[in-house]
């Protein structure tokens, strides 16, 4: 990817950045029944760039292909056909992993560890010496927000779903990764630890490390990612930046007001709420048009902005567009 900017003294300066991901027509076919005689396409020819320093978000219904996508990327899964490369390598070489951190959607460890030994199993399989390990272990606990205390008296089996999810991100950070993979990141966390999560996802890109992850809350996407895709029935059916998957040429506002005729709004408006006599929602028109409308009802206008379909509107278009249901 080549990027031009302009210099403080007016002269233009081009560069390239670096793909950190990099597949071309990746293919995942899955044999099932009880004859291993049917086929099922997991993956279709998917065809991807993430590129180094980047936030990317993978979105999808269950059974889209999100984490075999991301496993066949880890090289846990072999591909079927295409190919892939992680940093400039090809897909399961050994050097590379050296370099990746992984977070799995449901991340299971040895029970009867504590956290703290966790971390220092982890960090053994680096070979990260322990003079390290002595100052990135508390580090990590502090920055996924798992008290010190619960990470060295406490056995994993004692953990809640968060705090498991919580230890798993420490982890995948142990190796200080150049790539991090992470699957469902927000999974088990309570409205606190999705905003930490968040904060942490974010830290890491200004690190200038290349996240990759899924997930099914859009929302949060929307605030952390710099470029997303949307994978349907295993195929990769649009990706960009959120500035240009969501531009949309059907101009829309979001207004309030107070007053009028609701017969009159109702025409007027969608996804309108009223609350006794002060309304809000989407116009879609001129809003030259609208004002004069609201003069003529005698109505009073409180607020109009121009707005822009949210990432769970786009996406819900999408599946509707192919006539996809969810399958949860």
Not at 105 to 122: I, K
Not at 187 to 206: A, C, F, H, N, T
Request: aromatic share 8%.
């Amino acid at each position: 990817m080549t990027v031009t900017t302009q210099r403080s003294d007016r002269s233009t300066e081009t560069y390239s950045i670096e793909a950190a991901i990099e597949t071309d027509r990746l293919r995942k076919v899955y044999r099932t029944g009880f004859w291993l005689d049917r086929k099922v396409e997991s993956l279709k020819e998917c065809t991807l760039q993430v590129y180094q320093g980047e936030t990317f978000g993978l979105l999808g219904l269950n059974g889209a292909g999100k984490t075999t996508l991301l496993k066949t990327l880890l090289g846990i899964v072999k591909p079927t056909g295409g190919k892939g490369f992680l940093l400039g390598k090809p897909l399961g070489d050994r050097s590379t992993k050296q370099k990746i951190g992984y977070l799995p959607e449901n991340p299971y460890f040895y029970d009867f560890l504590t956290g703290w030994e966790l971390l220092e199993y982890t960090a053994g399989l680096f070979e990260i010496p322990k003079s390290i390990q002595k100052h990135r272990i508390p580090a990590l606990l502090d920055l996924v927000g798992l008290a010190r205390s619960a990470a060295q008296k406490k056995q994993l089996r004692q953990y809640s779903k968060g705090m498991v999810q919580r230890v798993g991100m420490a982890q995948a950070l142990i190796n200080d990764p150049e790539l991090v993979f992470l699957d469902e990141p927000m999974s088990g966390l309570d409205p606190l630890g999705r905003k930490q999560m968040r904060e942490i996802i974010i830290s890491l890109g200004d690190a200038g490390k290349t996240v990759f992850f899924n997930s099914h809350v859009l929302t949060e996407v929307e605030q952390i990612c710099n470029r997303v895709g949307i994978l349907a029935q295993g195929e990769l059916i649009c990706c960009g930046t959120l500035g240009e998957l969501l531009t949309n040429d059907d101009k829309y506002y979001y207004v309030s007001g107070r007053g009028g005729n609701r017969e009159v709004l109702d025409r007027w408006m969608k996804n309108i709420t009223y609350h006794d006599d002060v309304w809000s929602g989407q116009m879609q028109g001129e809003p030259q048009e609208f004002m004069a409308t609201l003069q003529l009802l005698d109505a009073e206008l409180l607020s109009l902005r121009q707005g822009r379909a949210s990432l769970e509107e786009f996406f819900m278009e999408q599946m509707e567009l192919r006539g996809i249901r969810s399958s949860s």
